[in-house]
């Protein structure tokens, strides 16, 4: 007997199946919509939020040290700070401890003055020499703001510490960065101090040594200024 197949998909039978399951057919976008919005929250509440503390660099001077020597946001990461720094937490020094501590010239000021600053360049009718009087000024006072302040991130999600924890870390850190470098680098000694070597004989029976002796009495002045 010979067998027959119908091998012909009918539309009909089709449309009258999806209308059969239509219910299925609309909950499945609205239930993968679901599942993406629950995906993208979970990888927000794990992203990496880091705590942030500014910190007033006291005693730097147009970005160098007391002794002249050029300041950088690096030096608060220093070997021998982030040894020390680790010590006194209780933390292993390893190479995730480092990374997971990051200091830049910041100030908190920062965002305001750009929002102000980027008010007054979307005024119509500006003249290039207005603009660029207006970018100096901006270039100024971010320069003012951030020259005297450091920000510390500290990412504590990955050193698996508590928000607690890493606010502990980042208060810390510029007090151990000032006791290494005061003892260790010498920071505050004042090369103003280097030419005021005492002089024990001064002879004012000439001219020559009068003005030689005033100047060396001008130059312990400025030296007792110094000191004070």
Not at 83 to 97: H, T, V
Not at 209 to 219: K, R, S, W
């Amino acid at each position: 007997m010979k067998q027959e197949f119908d091998d012909e998909i009918s539309l009909s039978d089709i449309v009258l199946k999806l209308w059969q399951r239509r219910g299925l057919v609309c909950i499945l976008p609205l239930l993968f919509g679901i599942l993406g919005a629950i995906a993208v929250l979970a990888m927000a509440t794990q992203a990496k939020t880091p705590i942030v503390h500014y910190v007033s660099l006291t005693g730097i001077e147009k970005g160098a040290y007391p002794n002249g020597v050029a300041f950088s946001p690096k030096d608060m990461r220093a070997p021998e700070v982030l040894a020390a720094l680790s010590e006194r937490m209780g933390i292993e020094n390893d190479d995730d401890f480092a990374e997971a501590i990051s200091v830049s010239l910041g100030a908190p000021t920062t965002g305001g003055i750009l929002k102000k600053y980027g008010e007054r360049l979307s005024q119509k009718g500006l003249q290039s020499a207005e603009i660029d009087a207006i970018n100096a000024e901006l270039n100024e006072e971010l320069r003012r703001a951030t020259e005297k302040t450091a920000a510390i991130a500290i990412d504590h999600q990955s050193l698996g510490m508590d928000e607690d924890r890493a606010k502990q870390l980042a208060v810390l850190l510029p007090q151990v960065w000032a006791e290494v470098f005061t003892t260790q680098f010498r920071v505050l000694d004042n090369t103003q101090l280097s030419g005021t070597a005492q002089i024990e004989y001064l002879s004012l029976q000439t001219s020559a040594g009068t003005l030689e002796a005033n100047d060396h009495v001008n130059t312990m002045l400025v030296a007792l200024e110094t000191l004070e």
